[in-house]
């Protein structure tokens, strides 16, 4: 049997506490572990035992420069079950002053932030197959986001669904695939 998911990601920070307190009074996780140094986190509606870590390195770490300078991780994506949670969320980032962007993917709607070490995060909700359009995939390209023209066309408490693993992603034109 192979891998069926990802089940938590560990992130050096300049101070965990900071950071486990901006994922909880903003994103609305809970702390499971803390000690010196160190916070494990769960996701709200998760059933790990934690979905992310954060480990000190201490004030003077400098910022990430992968993908400007160096090889290493672009984002994480959390995913909320209906656009009234994206809704709630996009509010929420603004007011932290941490929104930074947000798209349509056709399949799937999307905000994307940083946290307080400037690390890049997604929050999505993503379009239940029995919903998508004839020949809807995946947008190589994304186009801005409306959340409210999103409401309107999906409802706002429509539960998300996921993608088959049949459904592939298509790439861009002139990309390489294997």
Known sequence: MGITGMNHAVLYVRDAARSAAFYESVLGFSTVAVFPGGAFLRAPGSTN?????????????????????????????????????????????????????????????????????????????????????????????PLPLDIDREVERYGADTRGGRIPAAQTFQALPGSVTT
């Open 49 to 141: 035992d934690h979905d992310i870590a954060f480990f000190s390195i201490g004030e003077e770490a400098g910022p990430s420069m992968a993908g400007r300078a160096t090889v290493g991780l672009y984002h994480l994506a959390w995913e909320v079950p209906t656009l009234e949670d994206l809704a709630e969320l996009a509010a929420k980032l603004s007011d932290a002053g941490s929104l930074v962007g947000a798209s349509d993917h056709t399949v799937s709607k999307s905000l994307y932030a940083h946290d307080p070490d400037g690390l890049e995060f997604e929050v999505c909700w993503v379009v239940p197959l029995a919903l998508l359009g004839e020949g809807e995939s995946p947008s190589a390209r």
